[in-house]
């Protein structure tokens, strides 16, 4: 028998970059094919992303899931109040008109270009957030390590982009674009807080997804779900539950629940989310189309519940 050599360790390190260039071609493929759906129409984008993520057809003339439903909000209920919840910026004003101004992050600054930004007035740790999407986060832990270059670059090219078109969340189309900085919160552990994300339908809240161990990047995240009383997890991932990590209910919880319920009052669906520091709860965003209306990760029976939860409103 003859034996076949192993191919020379050379040959695998090009087969993986040539396999890593495919997948950087396809990426920017997919992108572009989204943002030509987009301009033609985003129900079009909405119905291709929906086959090609779940294998199935978006109901959107009879919507009964969470996903289905969340879609039809984004494309058919088009509330100038969603779209300035959704501007990281738009939204403090929203919380101080309504009396929660307490519990925003301290603004240290807004800037209309990454150039206006003066970073020898910035504390040592600091975040700087473009304000008309999702992602668009750079967290500076030590100012002496930071490219102040390289930070511009970085936020000039997401000011340049148009999120809308990336998922087809139309929320954020008529967003101004611009840079805010926040201070840095740190809950004494060294990495980033605990999210505690809370799911208002109808200006109530049903139940809450605690988010732990993301890194900067935000991956490497592990999600637990509780009731709105904090008694029990809620069965809702495929993944099932996970008693073995059960988390107390953190400092603040009540002023979270109070907060949330009374800012998502206008809304058929929203997710508060905020972080515990010091004792205190600190309202970090709003969100209306979580995971692009798509999330994989709910069991069918949890879908059918939460799309119960929503009553749709008129179109507008």
Known sequence: MVKVAD????????????????????????????????????????????????????????????DEKLFWLMLFWRHPLKT??????????YAMELGYGDLLVDLLGVYEKPEDIDFALL??????????????????????????????????QWL???????????????????????????DGSGVLPSDYKLHCFHGRVHFTTVCT?????????????????????????KSGVHPERWHPQPAGYSQMLEAAEALSKPFPYVRMDF???DGKAVLGEMT?????????????????AMG??????ERL
């Open 7 to 66: 191919p020379p360790v050379s040959w695998l390190r090009e087969g993986m970059k040539w396999r890593e260039r495919l997948r950087e071609l396809a990426g920017l493929w997919q992108g572009a094919y989204s943002r030509m759906l987009y301009r033609i129409s985003p129900v079009l984008l909405a119905k291709y992303r929906y086959r090609r993520e779940t294998g199935r057809r978006l109901r959107l003339d009879q919507p009964l899931t969470f």
């Open 288 to 304: 209306f189309t979580p995971a692009g209306c798509i999330d994989t990760g709910y069991t069918d029976e949890a879908q059918h």
């Open 160 to 186: 340049k982009e148009d999120f809308a078109s990336v998922f087809g969340e139309v929320q954020y189309a008529d967003i101004p674009r611009r840079i805010i900085c926040e201070r840095f919160l740190d």
């Open 275 to 277: 972080y515990a520091v």
């Open 84 to 93: 300035q919840c959704a501007d990281k910026y738009g939204m403090r004003a």
């Open 123 to 156: 504390p040592e740790r600091f975040v700087l957030k473009a304000t008309h999407g999702c992602g668009y986060n750079l967290i500076c832990r030590d100012k002496r390590n930071l490219d102040f270059r390289e930070a511009r670059l970085q936020l000039e």
């Open 308 to 313: 119960a939860l929503i009553h749709l409103p």
């Open 213 to 237: 161990g993301r890194g900067a990047d935000g991956q490497g995240a592990a999600y637990d779900h509780y009731d709105r009383e904090w008694a029990a997890q809620v069965p809702i991932s």
